[in-house]
């Protein structure tokens, strides 16, 4: 009856522990050199008996994680890496490693740390949980306690794994996200949200480098109970599509569910409109003083990071400006393919503004899909009206200025194209912003929706 | 005496262990002050402790580094409830004799009533390291693991516990009183053998106060080990199904007393307070000697207003009837949303206008 009873402060090295870890097909894309991937989190147990009798197993299987797949890049150019390692990830990373290499010790040791650092990890909280219960009683789950609610298990669980996965697979910073074809110059900054992997990219607007977007730093981020994908209000999704950060609310003004600050985007846009989807109030927030980090799927819809997090973000935000790209599973290019993209995407849209100026209707409205159709108008409306005034003019002068092209993310192959459109005629000029969706027609793209932004 | 056991009466083995610890603490007190210190440990065990205090503290001008005579000091001001004062003194002998486990671990015991469980884990993993085979420490280490395991799960899990907590801490009282006044033979009404009692807490540090410094390292482990049938909290065994009290058909009084356990453990489980409550004798010696009533509101608080089911089974009880007392010895298996734990339970039942009901009760 004693042995059980005896708890061995070496106990770590009773334990077996395996942690399988793979070797990445690949070199990690970006992070630092020397250190540890933790690609698989699977624990097997492995029998060994304890000094007095009794073999004390952590089995802690979170699952299995893939191996990271993105696009294969060209060879890649001069950019300086850039990451910034904020999150706890690093450390969560070390931790399993000891856990692998049974140091429990260690492992509880670098918990303590981490706690220290935030206190209201509840993540770390459970690693910590298990560690010590394990210098007890054999424990055979992750979470092990004894009527410990499933689904808070789960979520923790989950964010373990989106974690060390955002960590192992970083993004190449020779890659490019396909979205951020091009912004407009005084856009420092964009945000590109990856549901799948619970991962906010921050990309700079290297305008040295030709407006090239230059990677900066991921976060972890939380989003929707019900996942991604939104359609309607109320269904506890985070849309997908192209947005901007709306306005900026301070702390003082929000409810402690909101953290440190909040900042609006323009859910629902034109498109959204266009295919139906409703809803409102979708904001990049923080955390509520209590918590250190929410689990990957617990907002209404937000999309929610750390709050430590959120202050680095919010110093890179832009009201009215900084584009907020939320996309189920980032599509990546290499330069080549992104450049290509771009200039294929300039090129159309320098000849619907030249085709214009050419007052030649019919050449103008080459540019416009079948579908394109504004807020108020037809395709036929549309087209009518643009012959009566082309009659009535005897020059016209268009200037795109500030451009920003971003793909739409999902399968149709949609762009948003926003620019100060300068308009000057012989009897008429005219200065607006304006928004336009391009669409994939055939191999062209054509114009399906536009209006002033 | 009509024993149904098996095995021997525990009580008389610990009876005899106790006193081979007084007697060891004996032969190491100096031999010109000798007599004062069992004279000390008799007025611990009447529950004198202002009269202790006195004895041992002039006990003390004469030898003021003795770690015996510190040792009881810090044991008289625990029993006082002076844990400021208690650690002070057990702090002090750590430092002089740092090679004494008891001291350490009272200290955790300390530490880990005021819920300072880091602490107590320090001075645990002390204790052990100056005394590798020290089982009092492993076991209480063990319960301070589990209660800081506990804690984090609670944070991670955002769980509600603070009843579970306060139930704790309060065994922790009880079972640092009883099992002091147990290492010094015979409990009294005042402070009853009823340890950490019928709380359910599993992983509830059910910390023992080390009563005497045995200085002979080697005899300490030994005879800790077997007085102490550990108090186990069994990492989720799921509860036998139904509690079947294994008696002698011949036996009409064990029959009605294994009865009256089962009656008792399924009011328990089905939550039904009154019925429960209704198993002990009007002179039930509550633990630590609260009113009756403090008593009856605090069990039901524990019982009907716990959330979720509730699981009471126990292995096979083993009976000794003696008249109209009987002593009954079984494990208990509880169960309940979050806590779960195996214990040693000890009932002492009387036998009143034919009814068997529980006098004292015991976990450990």
Request: glycine content about 4%; hydrophobic content about 35%; overall charge positive.
């Amino acid at each position: 009856m004693l042995g059980r009873k005896f708890i061995l402060l070496g106990l770590a090295s009773c334990f077996a522990i395996s942690l399988v870890t793979d070797a990445l097909a690949k070199a990690p894309p970006n992070p630092k050199p020397g250190k540890a991937q933790v690609s698989k989190v699977a624990v097997k147990p492995v029998s060994k008996k304890a000094k007095l009798g009794k073999a004390a197993k952590l089995v802690m299987p979170l699952a299995t994680v893939s191996t990271a797949k993105f696009a294969v890049a060209t060879p890649a150019t001069r950019l300086p890496a850039v990451v910034s390692d904020s999150g706890p990830e690093a450390q969560l990373v070390k931790i399993f490693k000891e856990i692998e290499a049974n140091r429990l010790g260690n492992a509880l040791q670098l918990t303590d740390a981490l706690l220290s650092q935030h206190p209201n990890y509840r993540l770390a909280s459970l690693i910590k949980g298990d560690l010590l219960l394990a210098r007890r009683q054999d424990i055979q789950t992750f979470g092990a306690m004894t009527g410990a609610p499933p689904d808070k298990v789960a979520d923790l669980r989950a964010e373990a794994i989106v974690r060390l996965r955002g960590y192992r697979e970083k993004p190449e910073t020779k890659n490019i996200p396909r979205y951020l074809l091009q912004m407009q110059p005084d856009q420092r900054h964009a945000i590109v949200v990856d549901t799948k992997r619970s991962r906010l990219y921050l990309y700079e607007n290297d305008l040295s480098n030709g407006g090239r977007p230059r990677f900066v730093a991921d976060y972890y981020v939380t989003q929707g109970k019900l996942g991604a994908e939104k359609v309607s209000e109320g269904d506890k999704k985070t849309p997908i599509g192209v947005y901007h950060v709306t306005s900026s609310m301070p702390r003082q003004k929000l409810a402690d569910l909101y953290g440190s600050g909040a900042f609006p985007i323009n859910y629902p846009n034109e498109w959204d409109k266009r295919q139906g989807r409703n809803g409102s109030g979708i904001w990049l927030h923080g955390t509520p003083s209590n918590t250190y980090s929410r689990p990957p799927k617990a907002s209404e819809g937000c999309v929610v990071l750390t709050n430590q997090d959120l202050d680095i973000v919010a110093k890179s935000l832009q009201v009215g400006l900084t584009p907020v790209i939320i996309s189920n599973s980032v599509e990546w290019l290499s330069f080549d393919d992104w450049a290509k993209e771009r200039n294929e995407l300039n090129k159309s849209i320098d000849a619907w503004r030249t085709d214009w100026e050419s007052r030649d209707t019919e050449r103008y409205m080459r540019h416009y899909s079948k579908r394109f159709k504004t807020n108020d108008q037809s395709l036929e409306q549309f087209a009518a009206q643009k012959k009566q005034v082309n009659a009535s003019k005897e020059w016209i002068k268009v200037k795109t200025e500030n451009l920003s092209v971003f793909r739409n993310p999902g399968k149709e192959e949609v762009v948003v194209v926003t620019f100060d459109q300068d308009y000057r005629s012989n009897n008429l000029n005219n200065l607006m912003k304006k928004r336009q969706y391009w669409l994939r027609e055939d191999g062209k793209w054509k114009i399906i929706y536009e209006g002033s932004a | 005496m009509t024993s149904k056991s098996l095995s021997q009466p525990r009580f008389k083995q610990l009876k005899t262990l106790r006193a081979i610890a007084i007697g060891l603490t004996i032969s190491f007190a100096a031999p010109a002050f000798a007599d004062n210190l069992p004279e000390v440990q008799r007025l611990i065990k009447q529950g004198q402790y202002p009269q202790a205090l006195e004895k041992v503290d002039a006990y003390l001008s004469n030898k003021p580094k003795d770690a015996q005579g510190r040792f009881l000091k810090g044991l008289i001001y625990t029993e006082m409830n002076k844990p400021a004062e208690a650690i002070s003194v057990f702090t002090k002998l750590t430092e002089d004799y740092p090679e004494l486990p008891e001291p350490y671990n009272n200290l955790a015991v300390l530490y880990a009533q005021q819920k300072q469980y880091d602490k107590a884990r320090t001075a645990l993993e002390m204790a052990i390291r100056t005394h590798p085979s020290y089982a009092i420490a492993y076991e209480n280490l063990g319960d301070v693991y589990a209660k800081l395991a506990s804690q984090a799960y609670d944070k991670a899990l955002q769980l509600d516990n603070a009843n579970a907590t306060t139930q704790n801490k309060l065994a922790l009282i009880r079972d640092l009183i009883t099992t002091s006044s147990k290492g010094n033979v015979k409990p009294t009404t005042a402070t009853p053998a009823v340890a950490s009692k019928a709380s359910p807490p599993t992983a509830a540090p059910t910390a023992n106060v080390v009563t005497t410094t045995p200085s002979a390292a080697s005899t300490a482990p030994a005879k800790v080990a077997e007085a102490k049938p550990a108090a186990i909290v069994a990492p989720a065994v799921a509860p036998a199904p139904a509690p079947v009290a294994a008696v002698a058909k011949s036996d009409g009084a064990s029959e009605d007393i294994a009865k009256a356990i089962a009656a008792w453990a399924s009011a328990w489980s089905r939550k039904d307070v009154k019925s429960y409550l209704s198993s002990y004798a009007s002179d039930f010696n509550t633990p630590k000697g609260v009113p009756r009533k403090a008593w009856e509101d605090e069990r039901e608080e524990r019982i009907a207003g716990k959330p979720g089911k509730i699981s009471v089974t126990y292995d096979e009880p083993k009976i000794t009837v003696n008249g109209d007392k009987a002593t009954v010895v079984f494990r208990q298996h509880y169960k309940a949303p979050g806590l779960s734990s195996s214990t040693n339970k000890t009932l002492v039942l009387s036998r009143t206008s034919g009814k068997w009901l529980i006098k004292e009760e015991n976990s450990r």
